[in-house]
Nanobody, 122 residues
Framework: QVQLVESGGGLVQAGGSLRLSCAAS????????MGWYRQAPGKQRELVAR???????NYADSVKGRFTISRDNAKNTVYLQMNSLKPEDTAVYYC????????????????WGQGTQVTVSS
């Protein structure tokens, strides 16, 4: 019913930048919080940043000042601008969204994208 498609991952040298995008599509009435998570090999998935529908944001301490999350509500799309990348940022990045479906009242369900690989070389 809802698909989240990420793009923009790749290989970059330390100090470089990447911009991730995640577009939601389907029977969407409204999207509340959208977020980016990441999972490195052998580690648990962790929150990177999230943004609420009215624009407030939260960031992991490890990315504050380097990453910026934004969204385009008209396009149901969330972005993650990543600057000053470090090798420890290497991970699969996943987006998620809390979505209220058309015809469903009162509740939001959480959907996940398939992930995009970000690799930062030293």
């Amino acid at each position: 019913q809802v698909q989240l498609v990420e793009s923009g991952g790749g290989l970059v040298q330390a100090g470089g930048s990447l911009r991730l995008s995640c577009a939601a599509s389907g029977s969407i009435l409204r999207i509340n919080t959208m977020g980016w998570y990441r999972q490195a090999p052998g580690k648990q998935r962790e929150l990177v940043a999230r943004i609420r529908s009215f624009g407030s944001t939260n960031y992991a301490d490890s990315v504050k000042g380097r990453f910026t999350i934004s969204r385009d509500n008209a396009k149901n799309t969330v972005y993650l601008q990543m600057n000053s990348l470090k090798p420890e940022d290497t991970a699969v990045y996943y987006c998620n969204a809390d979505v209220r479906l058309v015809g469903i009242s009162g509740s939001y369900d959480t959907y996940w994208g398939q992930g995009t690989q970000v690799t930062v070389s030293s």
